[in-house]
Structure formats: C-alpha cells, structure tokens
C-alpha cells in the first residue's frame, strides 16, 4: 500500500544508453513531479503534470522526456545518458498544483552513469 | 527568479540542546513555506509548515518561525536527540508556482 512508488530503486548503466524511471501513486492527487537530487543534495524540479497536463518544464536537457499516460502514473525517459546525469531522481505528488501543499515523495531511484 | 538561501549547511549540536536552522527568499509573494526532513538514504518528508498569514508555528519540539517584512523564516528543534540527525530542507511557494527549496542543512546530533 506504497503511496507513492518509483521503480527501479536503483539503475547504473553506461553512457550514451537510454533510461526510463518509472512512478505511480495511489493517493488519488491531480499533481505530479520529478526532482533531481545531485551529489550535494540540492533538490531541483524537473517537471510537473497537473492532471496528465505539462504545467512545469524547468530548463532541462531536451534527453530528458517525461510522459504521463494517466494522473496517477507520471514516467521519466532519459536518452544519450551522461556521466553528470548521475543522481538520485524523486518521484512526488500532491494534492495541490505547482507545491503549495504537502509533497508526498517515492523512494527515489538512484541513478549512476559509468 | 525566485532563490531560497538556507544556513547552516551543517549543523552540530549535543543531544538536549536546541537547533536552529535560517532561511531567506527572495519572492515578496511568497505564501507557503514548508520543511523536510530527509534521513539518510530516505525520502523528505514534511515535517511542519507556515503560510504567510501566520507568524509562527508549533509542533511538539519542532517550531517555524516567518518574518514576512525581512523576507526570513527559521525553524527550531528544542530538546533534539539523535534521530533528529538528518539533512534539514525549507522551501517557498510564490509567484513561480513551483516550491523552490534551500540548499539544506546536515544536522548532527551527538549522544
């Protein structure tokens, strides 16, 4: 009865494949996010869905795609993966759009590029 | 665009004492700030939060603080023991529409 659940937990791969990480929760909420997490712990959004609809999009790598095929499931696809792109990816959702509410995140899916 | 300045990033105290952790924003818009505590190799969680209509908050040992006016909010742990060691988060909710967090602060609690 996970909330929120990311898999895998953990990923390491070589550079230049491609990755998907993927999330679902089951807390009935309309929002959706991905966080990046760096080897300083800086928490950085990614992307937020709102309903399966793209309402954040922060200036990341165009090879990094997310896809939402419904409100309670929200996917993260990584293409031409690269040695910087190691870190630990957070899955969240909440009850309100954009974050002013409580974020409920998943376990996180660590990432290593070799 | 909006920047949430957090201090210390680190922190040490000895068990009983109190910890206090600062943080600053720079959206004048802001209403909602919230705090997580993220364990080593586990996820944030929220453990308390303040909008901006209220100055100050309680919970047991922890407590938030938000000067609206010099733009600057802080949260305390009374009494911390050792499972209060963790990576300390607040973040600010404003006119981006995106919860922006701090750079956290690593609290260690010695027995």
């Known amino acids: 009865d996970t909330a929120v659940s990311q898999t895998p937990k953990y990923l390491v791969t070589q550079m230049g494949n491609d990755k998907s990480i993927k999330c679902e929760q089951n807390?009935?909420?309309?929002?959706m996010y991905w966080y990046k997490q760096d080897s300083k712990k800086f928490l950085k959004i990614m992307f937020s869905?709102?309903?399966?609809?793209?309402?954040i999009n922060e200036t990341v790598p165009n090879r990094f795609s997310p896809k939402s095929p419904d409100k309670a499931h929200l996917n993260l696809h990584i293409n031409s993966l690269e040695l910087g792109d190691s870190a630990v990816y957070f899955c969240a959702s909440s009850p309100t759009r954009g974050g002013a509410g409580e974020l409920f995140f998943g376990e996180g899916s660590r990432l290593t590029v070799l | 665009g909006e920047n949430v300045e957090q201090h210390p990033s680190t922190l040490s105290v000895q068990e009983g004492d109190s910890a206090v952790i600062k943080c600053t924003y720079s959206?004048?818009?802001?209403?909602?700030f919230p705090w997580y505590k993220q364990e080593l190799g586990k996820r944030p969680q929220l453990i308390i939060d303040i909008r901006s209509n209220v100055g100050e908050k309680k919970d047991q040992r922890i407590a938030v603080t938000l000067n609206k006016t010099a733009k600057h909010f802080s949260l305390h742990i009374t009494e911390t023991q050792p499972e209060d060691s963790a990576v300390y988060f607040c973040?600010?909710?404003?006119?981006?529409?995106?919860?922006?967090f701090g750079q956290g602060t690593t609290l260690q609690v010695k027995p």
């Open positions: 807390l009935g909420h309309d929002t």
């Open positions: 973040a600010a909710y404003g006119n981006t529409g995106k919860l922006i």
């Open positions: 869905y709102n309903n399966k609809e793209l309402i």
């Open positions: 959206d004048s818009a802001s209403n909602y």
